[in-house]
């Protein structure tokens, strides 16, 4: 029970306050806007739905909630927004460690980044918009082989719902079964050279008879990771700020960093790093 408590203080107890007050005030202006009601005085702009064309995560679960014979509770609306704001900082930010060490690693690939943000981007120095983050397929395939070598959640676990037979086993219904993502993904069944860092494995011709379970960073099936793709995108917005304006040469090799299996696959050393103006 201690790791529970751990930070646990009056900034984290503020927040969980300020988190419940947000859902609140969130209903009532959704319930407002539906009858022609006045904002709430003194309410965040933020908090108005009328005020903006894209809805925003906790707008979306409510409009489900809405919807649903049996709607979760705060506490339960709660839980949702945390697993999608606060589980992916950790794992996002490791995966983003992981790719400027491993193109640290390896200049040629990293001078191919170079070219093809030069080529999107040219003179602009506006921050990338989601158009031209979709055109750096090249950095793409960066950020899905570091996911191979390193997923950020290397080991996942799930709960049979019924008997699964495979070959001459069979797992019993409500089995739980442990899944090593990172064994996977260093099949050398299935990978060549596992080891290797080569982005061309993800080219289509390279991917496109390889199974689909073969490579599951972010899980796969109906339980797989709710918030895989805005974690992709923003891996790509992040490095590419970084990319457009650094260079990075790693101070270790692959080979001699020390890293571990834990609930995310973190060095277990600082990871150093040079980092020289482009221009």
Known sequence: FALLFVGV?????????????VIHKKKIARRQSRNGSAKLEN?????????????????????????????LT???????????????????????????????????????VHEELEEVFKDSKTPASVKELSQLMYLDRIIKETLRLFPSVPVISRKLAEDVKIGDYTLPKNATVILGISLTHTNQEVWSDPKKFD?????PDNSKHRNPYAYVP?????????????????????????????????????DTVQYGLTITYRPCEEIFIHFTPKK
């Open 9 to 21: 203080n009056s900034t984290s107890l503020q927040w969980i306050n300020d988190k419940f007050q």
């Open 43 to 71: 309410e965040d702009d933020e908090l108005d739905i009328d005020k903006r064309k894209r809805k925003v995560f906790l707008d979306l679960l409510l409009d489900q909630n809405e919807k649903d014979e049996t709607p």
């Open 74 to 112: 705060d506490d339960e609306l709660s839980a949702q927004v945390d697993t999608f704001m606060f589980e992916g900082h950790d794992t996002t930010a490791i995966a983003m460690i992981w790719t400027l060490f491993l193109l640290g690693n390896n200049l040629e690939h990293q001078e191919k």
């Open 199 to 203: 982005p061309d494995r993800f080219l």
């Open 218 to 254: 972010f899980s796969a099936g109906p339980r797989n990771c709710i918030g895989q793709k805005f974690a992709l995108l923003e891996e790509k917005a992040v490095l590419t700020a970084i990319l457009r304006k650094w260079r990075v040469k790693s101070v270790k090799a692959m």
